[in-house]
């Protein structure tokens, strides 16, 4: 059965603003989602924060062009009341890592791919790297 991802928005961010290093390993987990060898999901509220940074860097233009080939990769998928809710209970310090965490729970991801492994440490799914994604599903 193919794992289902969650891919935090840093991962997507290097790629779209050539970020080194990590540029490179986060470009592979796209192209190994791209080529079906796992299912990649990101929350709608990643989408508007990847639109706002990559506006403020560039062209409104640029950002919907690259959220519209985004978009032909990952699924999205919604953040309720109950994930807010959970977020806010939660032992996470930032709050937008757990509305992430929930949202992907909710979902029934096998995995979160982020740089930020530590902003995920109350995480009960796996959380892991772009680099760790690479090494686990390039084979």
Avoid: W
């Avoid at 060898?37 to 639109?51: E, F, H, R």
């Avoid at 409104?60 to 809710?85: C, N, P, Q, Y």
């Avoid at 096998?110 to 690479?134: A, G, H, M, W």
């Amino acid at each position: 059965m193919i794992s289902k991802v969650f891919i935090d928005s840093d991962v997507i961010l290097d790629v779209a603003t050539g970020r080194e290093p990590f540029v490179q390993d986060s470009k592979i987990v796209l192209s190994l989602i791209e080529n079906g060898l796992a299912l990649g999901v990101m929350s709608s509220n990643s989408i508007t924060n990847i639109y706002y940074v990559l506006r403020k860097l560039g062209t409104s233009g640029r950002a919907r062009i690259f959220i519209r080939e985004l978009l032909d990769i990952v699924h999205i998928i919604s953040i309720d009341h109950e994930t807010i809710k959970n977020a806010l209970d939660s032992k996470f310090l930032d709050f937008e890592d757990g509305v992430q965490n929930y949202c992907a729970l909710k979902n029934q991801c096998d995995y979160i791919v982020t740089r930020n492994n530590k902003d995920y440490q109350f995480s009960e799914l796996k959380v892991i790297s772009p680099k760790e994604f690479n090494l686990l599903f390039n084979k």
